[in-house]
């Protein structure tokens, strides 16, 4: 059963990728969009902003790749919903496939596809001028916590892509998910926002995930921030699966 498994999510695997390549207005979207955004904040408003001694790309860049991931995740949302929509759910429920495949394989999709806008980004932050010392352990450990926050906002885009009534509907879910960077410490520091909006930034997700990538970034003691960013991408995870699940096995039924 389990080699059943895996084979059938590679070939619906296989399926996903080509129509990411297929899609250049998806490749646009998913990459090219948080490149402007880090152009234009570094080059337009990273003047005006203080950040203490630190380079405004290098305090800006774990923001702009929540960001990335959050725009990203929308198409999972859009693919998942046209697959309902045509009738291929029903033609792959006829099949002796393994039925649980079908999803991970455009949650698979998701992640290849974001890892890879995620490193167009860097490397764009690099030739910006984004400089980290931090060894080989730390590149690794923000490559885990963005692995894990690629999964549970993917995990969340696959509920809104099976319950979703229109295409608009499908992707819209992302837009919060986009903004919610801007009321965090992704672009300024918090203690720059009024007392109400402070309270918000610092306890949100986002803002324990941003601190613990710029912390690994710079070589700074990650503290509790680590665990925090840990506990809500794994929290964030279990319970959207739990529901995409659910949500799964009522269309199907």
Not at 50 to 57: F, H, L, M
Not at 235 to 252: D, E, Q, S
Request: glycine share 6%.
């Amino acid at each position: 059963m389990t080699t059943h498994f895996f084979g059938d999510t590679a070939v619906l695997l296989g399926r996903s990728l080509r129509h990411i390549t297929r899609s250049v207005d998806t490749i646009i979207t998913t990459a090219i969009t948080p490149v402007a955004m880090l152009l234009l904040f570094v080059y337009v408003f990273g003047g005006a902003i203080d950040t203490g001694s630190e380079s405004y790309v290098n305090y800006l860049l774990p923001g702009i790749l929540l960001i990335t991931v959050a725009s990203g995740i929308a198409y999972t949302a859009f693919r998942l919903f046209l697959d309902m929509k045509s009738g291929i759910f029903e033609r792959f429920q006829s099949m002796p496939i393994a039925r649980s495949s079908v999803l991970w394989a455009h949650v698979l999709t998701s992640l290849i596809a974001n890892l890879i806008s995620l490193m167009v980004v860097t490397l764009v932050a690099l030739l910006m001028g984004f400089r980290s010392g931090a060894g080989i352990l730390a590149w690794l450990a923000v490559a885990g916590v963005l692995t894990l926050f690629t999964l549970a906002l993917t995990w969340l885009a696959v509920i809104a892509g099976l319950t979703a009534k229109t295409v608009d509907g499908a992707s819209a879910f992302s837009y919060p998910l986009i903004f919610l960077p801007f009321l965090s410490s992704a672009f300024v520091p918090t203690n720059t926002m009024p007392a109400p909006v402070r309270a918000f930034a610092e306890h949100q997700p986002v803002t324990s995930i941003v601190n613990a990538i710029r912390d690994l970034y710079s070589q700074q003691p990650v503290g509790t921030d680590i665990w925090i960013a840990l506990a809500w991408c794994v929290g964030i995870l279990v319970v959207a699966y739990a529901f995409a699940t659910v949500t799964y096995r009522r269309k199907i039924a």
